[in-house]
């Protein structure tokens, strides 16, 4: 049995893809890591959406744009283009703001604010996403994905993720 | 934003632009295996860990410039990277050389991470938009690795008589090498003429200006003596032909492979 479509309005593609998920962060959708840039319904039905990815080298990326085509499928759209650009480029200042909470209480420690000089050769503050502290080391300035460092808190010992700010 | 009106190449700036967008995803392609054969064997799990992610990203710019070198002659990125042999690679023979000892490892992943990231950051304003955007994006990835083999290299420097041996002996093999990087490609005066491309000579001023202080002040190491004349990107040493039988085996081997 087909399900009848709704109308196809943007607010419609937007709601499916607040519910995809990042397939490394699983407790933040596409839409919350400000991934998705566009998205535009032609006359013909025909949806375009743009994304832009965070990491140039991700392995994620394909699984993400697969992903957003068959969200956007689901709702019954004819035609789907999932589009990349790099303009501007990302920064984990898009990641909204309820997400960050998110993604503190899944244990990784959201990014400070992004800045784009050349060399830092301090890490910007982190605080433990478990008690708070301040009081952290870093422990490995890459992490298990592109998009994190390690850490362990002395405060509370345990060891936790860092989103890098980019 | 207004986009800018866009930039016209002639048929042999074309020519230059896919030569130098090759020769650049070639040292992405080449270091990241270098780095990548320590998978398993690096010193500690961090360091394991921190070297595969560097590896990745440097795939990720390799990518960025093969998808711009598409845009301009329809090249497949993945056929480029897996089936040229040695003859047809346009790596700097630095990348080339085997992965070494750990000092080797970090200060050439320094030296090189050091030129990238200059190099990206004048191509921001590389009057090419889609490379300007491709350089702001790689930009950002970059700081970070600089800001980790920085570290390394201070930290090896000053560590232990061992440490800084093992690290002046790798600083003496690399230099020699590194006058490869801030050579241009045919053609690509040009394309640095009409704000195409970085000028080289202003990105190795600023390289010697960031690396050289370093180096020598902040790590006390001794710089050797400049290298002699640096052959094309075409002569490569014999290390090159062994790496690529390993990294194009399951391709070649697979030709019709589309899942992996």
């Known amino acids: ?166 | 934003m207004t986009a800018p009106a866009p930039l016209t190449l002639s048929e042999t700036q074309q020519a230059a632009l896919i030569r130098k967008l090759t020769a650049l995803a070639d040292d992405e392609i080449i270091l990241a295996q270098r780095g990548g054969e320590w998978t398993g064997h690096a010193p500690i799990l961090e360091e394991d860990i921190a070297l595969a992610n560097i590896a990745q990203d440097e795939l990720g710019h390799a990518g960025l410039y093969l998808e711009l070198r598409r845009a301009l002659d329809g090249s497949n990125p993945d056929q480029l990277a897996f089936t040229r042999d040695a003859a047809g690679y346009t790596c700097a023979r630095l990348v080339e050389l085997p992965r070494g000892d750990w000092a080797f490892t970090m200060l050439r992943q320094y030296l090189y991470d050091a030129y990238e990231a200059v190099w990206l950051d004048a191509a921001r304003q590389s009057s090419y938009v889609p490379l300007a955007e491709v350089a702001a994006k790689a930009f950002r990835e970059e700081r970070f690795h600089l800001q980790h083999t920085a570290l390394w290299v201070e930290r090896l420097a000053l560590g232990t008589p061992e440490s800084l041996r093992r690290t002046q002996d790798a600083l003496n093999a690399l230099w020699p090498h590194l006058g490869q990087l801030f050579q241009p490609v045919a053609g690509e005066a040009e394309l640095t003429g009409d704000g195409v491309l970085p000028d080289l000579n202003a990105v190795r001023v600023r390289w010697d200006g960031l690396v050289v202080p370093h180096l020598t002040d902040r790590c006390g190491l001794t710089l050797p003596p400049a290298g002699a004349e640096q052959p094309g990107r075409e002569q490569h040493t014999e290390h090159l032909e062994p790496l690529l039988a390993e990294m194009q085996r399951v391709a070649r081997d697979h030709p019709d492979a589309e899942l992996w």
Do not use: N
Not at chain 1, 41 to 69: E, K, M, N, Y
Not at chain 1, 85 to 110: H, M, N, Q, S, V
């Open chain 1, 1 to 166: 049995m087909t399900v009848p479509h709704a109308p196809l309005t943007p607010q419609a593609i937007w709601a499916a893809l607040d519910t995809v998920p990042d397939p490394e962060i699983p407790v933040v959708s596409v839409t919350d890591m400000g991934m998705v840039r566009d998205v535009q319904i032609a006359q013909d039905g025909a949806v375009t959406v743009t994304f832009t990815p965070t990491f140039s080298g991700c392995p994620a990326l394909h699984v993400i744009r697969d992903s957003i085509g068959q969200a956007v499928r689901d709702l019954g759209a004819p035609a789907v283009e999932v589009r990349s650009t790099l303009t501007p480029p990302w920064t984990t200042d898009w990641i909204k703001e309820d997400a960050r909470e998110r993604l503190r209480e899944y244990g990784i420690a959201p990014p400070a604010p992004a800045e784009d000089g050349l060399i830092q050769l301090q890490a910007d503050a982190t605080r433990c996403p478990r008690c708070g502290s301040f009081d952290v080391r870093m422990t490995g300035s890459f992490g298990p994905t592109l998009c994190k460092r390690l850490y362990v808190c002395d405060a509370c010992k345990e060891p936790f993720e860092g989103f890098k700010s980019i």
